[in-house]
């Protein structure tokens, strides 16, 4: 069990399914969904069991092999996953599957092929499992970069909108910062020895003015990925014109990889940069978290809205970052699992409302809640867990983020437990403006809008809200595979100490 | 009196291959006097590739050579040996896009070139006279001037080279049979410049000839060490004759002619020209770098480097208003050429190496892409202008996605051989350890973000865009360019997933003879 190549085939199989389902004709769409359907769930399948043989208490990095790639640099297929990366592979695994069934109707009433669609969510499904899983920088850069053509397509070419200018702005916005990192990936290589394994780039011994420069490559390519203000306005756009599927995974998967790769490339690599930046780093996020919060309460489109809500939470997960201790770290992480929940149910929820009305925009709605009243529910329950509400997943991760920070900043705690505040006036108002109060009479007219949840929606917003509640009231599992990878970040490499609670130093 | 005349040796196979081509050509010349003219075209077809196919194999059984021969005016080496066959290789592929005349009846070429441009002998011509099979001759005269200009171990064999290989392609710029005016400009504006760049190249000998008192390469490096005459006289004639490659190259502010030439010229010439010229050119900038001027390094770096940062900056800032694709290409080409630069002027074995990669890369690439060039068109010859790609990729996915393939390898998204060429020049560039390195690193990635946005508008364009009514349908290739389009595809893949081979054999063969 232990010595099969998990992450290997994990990386490949999805990218195998994409090709199988790209060369399906465009005349049986049907079999192509169900095809891209089955084969994503056995890659969850395999997700899962490889979740169950991961041993938290075991070493740092498990499931790890290495393949020679081009030996002339030093590059090797090297893939490992400590429980940060685990984490991150399991929400993956788990959001595709779902997006897959949410989108089942999204790419028809085009002249687009519909199994291209699902063969780019699988494609992108493989790039995003290959960053994750990187173990050598080069192969990262490579999953990094190659991440953005899928989702290229996806937004583009089935997306709504200004879907070109969105398409473009979210490449060249991602592919600049990118470019940034290449400079810093090839300058880390020269200075590090000429390798691109991770274990032995940490132990490299870089001078203080070049690592400050190589931090700032890499924070600049994850700081547009995650994205921190001001690097944050491909989102909304991007966002507003995916279609919702995709864009569940934008948000939920995608600009994961922003905060992973802080906490995987910056602070493991650049301990004395990272501590150095840290207040800047800190600054940008709590920024952002108000700012977006502040964007988000004026949208009139749901989409966007919605988008810049990911742009706050992204924020704390910022905040919990840099704070350098292992509650606020544990708590980012577990944020990063949990937002990529709660606002993938946000975002298929509110394609579910879009799909019905033929418009994103708030005003064209207006007491749903009568005509679609369990769809409403669930829209209620998606928007409480993006507030945070004690319960549902979210409050624990941002609890604990926001604990880790007071102890060491307390500014920064405060000003971002403002940042729970804006979340409930943005989703409370949104929630009330849709679908609560008096009906809206261009409503009713609208046929979409007298279908409530049909089964396949109901199958595809039950396991999220299952995880949200599950996770909600017993966290431990991910959190005890969490925290040892954290602990591990923080400590060792970044030489943090937890700072001793006050009693205990009375 | 008994003075005997020695004969200094020759290594007939270390030559072989630029012999076989000369000869071959000097047949095709032949062929155009005394075969008939409705059987010339397989004959020079045949006669040309089988010479290209036959010079590739020697050029490939010399493998690990390093001579020189001909009284030192000629050197085989490693870097020769690699860059003729790419050469090689890359003139194969173009000849077959040359040779194509499935996409129009007769070809790319005029039929006569004398015939006045927009005479009703000339519509007529266009229409249906086959073209003239004249090219043959010329581009393996061209390719055989090539292939002396990287190996040639004394300036004035470089220069001879240099004008062997760069007139047959001054006449084949003009050759084209659609929009012959522009195509007549357009090798009237090479011809003029590219002689003034000679003329700059041949008084740069001179003084170097008088600064060091012999035209050998090896020989002006000792020179360099330990001439007592003027430096003035050194730095100038290395000046004038770094004007002569780089315009070759394309550099700026030696790139005006590129945009016009490459847009005039028949489209199988611009590719060949895309890639054979700069190969060869960037050979030759590299043999007179780095085993005569090595001494100078920190004369010449800083002016290099300045050209560098323009070369790269100007082509990517400049690509971006472009409305014609084949200008939109040669505006690439000249950033391309910058990041070539960067390889150079780090002026280390990995520079060699990955100098020579990028251009084997981004050779197969560019060839590549002005075959699709060359597919795109309507019943007056090729849709050039931007707006006429539109919704392309609704129309013909296949070769849509192919062009996409091509044009994200120049941007240098992983997977492709563009982004391994990117990596292994700032790697060099950047290993050298000099501020210089940073700097042009830096600019580089800068120019490549510029780049990508006229990379990314022909992508929306083709696939995000809804076909006009002046979209052109795709032709169906001929087999000839099916061949140069799979060649190109397979190349651009493999050296971006499996680059290891190939990455090594640059490395070993990255010494030169000194």
């Known amino acids: 069990m232990k010595s099969f190549p998990y992450l290997s085939v994990l990386t490949l199989a999805p990218l195998v399914g994409a090709v199988v389902v790209a060369l399906l004709p465009r005349s049986r769409p049907a079999l192509a969904k169900r095809v891209a359907l089955g084969w994503s769930l056995a890659v969850l399948a395999l997700t899962i069991v490889m979740w169950v043989a991961f041993e938290p208490g075991g070493s740092r990095f498990q499931f790890r092999e290495s393949y020679p790639w081009i030996p002339a640099w030093g590059v090797n297929f090297t893939f490992a996953a400590d429980g940060i990366a685990l984490v991150m592979l399991v929400l993956t695994a788990v959001l595709v599957p779902i997006v897959i069934l949410a989108s089942w109707h999204d790419a028809e009433g085009g002249r687009r092929s519909v199994p291209a669609y699902f063969a780019l969510l699988l494609a992108l499904e493989s790039t995003l499992v290959g960053v994750f899983a990187a173990a050598d920088v080069f192969l990262f850069y490579v999953f990094f970069e190659v991440m953005l053509v899928p989702m290229y397509f996806l937004i583009g070419s089935y997306g709504t909108g200004k879907r070109q200018y969105a398409a473009v702005k979210f490449f060249l916005y991602s592919l600049v910062g990118g470019l940034f990192m290449l400079a810093a990936v090839i300058g880390l290589w020269v200075l590090g020895g000429h390798t691109f394994d991770w274990q032995a780039l940490t132990q490299a011994d870089l001078s203080t003015g070049a690592a400050r420069w190589l931090f700032l490559g890499f924070f600049v390519a994850f700081a547009v990925k995650a994205p921190f203000f001001p690097f944050h306005t491909w989102l909304p756009d991007a966002g507003g014109s995916a279609p919702a599927g995709a864009a569940a995974l934008l948000v939920g998967v995608l600009d994961k990889v922003g905060t992973f790769g802080i906490l995987r490339y910056c602070l493991p690599l650049f301990p004395e940069a990272s501590r150095y930046f840290a207040p800047f780093a800190l600054t940008l996020a709590v920024v952002g978290i108000i700012y977006a919060a502040l964007l988000a309460v004026g949208q009139n489109d749901l989409k966007r809205l919605v988008s810049y809500t990911s742009i706050a939470h992204f924020g704390f997960i910022g905040v919990g970052i840099f704070a350098f201790t292992t509650q606020a770290g544990t708590g980012a992480v577990l944020y990063m699992l949990n937002h990529g929940l709660a606002t993938g149910l946000l975002f298929l929820v509110v394609g579910m409302l879009v799909a019905r009305r033929g418009s994103a925009l708030i005003s064209d709605f207006g007491g749903a809640g009568k005509l679609v009243p369990v769809l409403a529910g669930v829209f209620l329950l998606a928007g409480m867990a993006s507030l945070a509400l004690p319960g549902l997943a979210p409050f624990v991760s941002e609890f604990l983020v926001l604990i880790g920070t007071f102890t060491v900043n307390r500014t920064v705690a405060v000003i971002s437990t403002l940042g729970i505040i804006l979340a409930a006036a943005y989703v409370l108002w949104m929630i009330q403006r849709t679908t609560q109060g008096d009906l809206n009479p261009a409503l009713s007219s609208v046929d979409g809008m007298r279908r409530d949840l049909t089964r396949r929606e109901a199958v595809v917003v039950a396991p999220l809200i299952a995880l949200l509640l599950v996770l909600g009231f017993y966290p431990k599992p991910v959190i005890d595979v969490i925290n040892p990878a954290v602990t591990a970040t923080l400590q060792q490499d970044v030489g943090a100490q937890d700072p001793t609670p006050t009693e205990a130093a009375r | ?514």
């Open chain 2, 1 to 514: 009196m008994n003075d005997r005349f020695e004969l200094p040796p020759i290594d007939y196979a270390a030559l072989a291959p630029m012999l076989i081509l000369f000869g071959a050509a000097c047949v095709g010349v032949l062929i155009e006097a005394f075969v008939p003219r409705s059987r010339r075209q397989v004959t020079q077809v045949g006669v040309a590739l089988a010479a290209l196919v036959a010079a590739l194999v020697v050029i490939v059984s010399q493998a690990g050579k390093q001579v020189t021969t001909i009284g030192g005016s000629v050197a085989v080496d490693g870097p020769a040996l690699l860059l003729q066959g790419a050469i090689a290789v890359l003139g194969i592929v173009a000849l077959l896009l040359i040779a194509e005349r499935a996409l129009e009846p007769g070809g790319a070429f005029v039929a006569q070139a004398a015939i006045a441009a927009g005479s009703g002998a000339d519509r007529q011509q266009a229409a249906r006279e086959p073209g003239a099979t004249e090219v043959y001759p010329l581009s393996l005269f061209a390719i055989g001037g090539m292939m002396l200009f990287v190996a040639a171990n004394d300036l004035l064999t470089m220069f001879v080279a240099l004008e062997v290989f760069s007139l047959p392609l001054y006449l084949l710029c003009g050759l084209a049979r659609r929009r012959r005016l522009l195509s007549q400009e357009a090798a009237l504006k090479y011809f003029l410049l590219g002689s003034f760049a000679s003329a700059f190249f041949l008084f740069g000998i001179a003084l170097v000839y008088g600064f060091a008192g012999t035209i050998d390469l090896p020989d002006i490096h000792a020179a360099v060490q330990n001439s007592a005459n003027s430096e003035v006289l050194l730095f100038a004639g290395l000046a004038m004759i770094s004007i002569g490659l780089l315009f070759k190259v394309s550099a700026a502010p030696f790139h005006v002619w590129t945009p016009d030439v490459y847009q005039g010229a028949p489209t199988p010439v611009t590719g060949f020209m895309a890639a054979c010229t700069k190969v060869a050119a960037f050979g030759a900038l590299l043999r007179v770098l780095y085993v005569s001027f090595e001494g100078t390094q920190w004369n010449y770096k800083p002016v290099l480097g300045v050209i560098a940062v323009l070369t790269m900056l100007l082509g990517a800032i400049l690509a971006v208003t472009q409305t014609d694709i084949k200008r939109l290409l040669a505006y690439s080409s000249i950033a391309n050429a910058g990041y070539v630069l960067v390889g150079v002027l780090s002026a280390t074995r990995e520079g060699l190496s990955s100098t020579m990669f990028y251009l084997i890369a981004y050779g197969f690439t560019v060839v590549a892409a002005f075959a699709v060039v060359t597919l795109v068109r309507d019943a007056d010859g090729e849709a050039t202008h931007l707006s006429r790609w539109a919704g392309l990729g609704r129309r013909s996915p296949l070769v849509s996605g192919i062009f996409t393939l091509f044009l994200l390898a120049f941007a240098g998204i992983p997977l492709t051989s563009g982004f391994v060429s990117k990596f292994a020049v700032f790697a060099a560039g950047l290993n050298a350890q000099d501020d210089l390195g940073v700097w042009l690193v830096i600019v580089g990635v800068v120019s490549s973000m510029i780049l990508a946005f006229p990379y990314l508008r022909v992508v929306v364009l083709m696939w995000l865009s809804e076909p006009g009514e002046a979209t052109p349908s795709v032709s169906l290739p001929g087999a000839t360019t099916a061949a140069a389009l799979a060649v190109g595809v397979l190349a651009t893949l493999l050296l971006g997933v499996v680059p290891g081979p190939v990455l090594d054999l640059t490395n070993q063969a990255a010494e030169f003879l000194r």
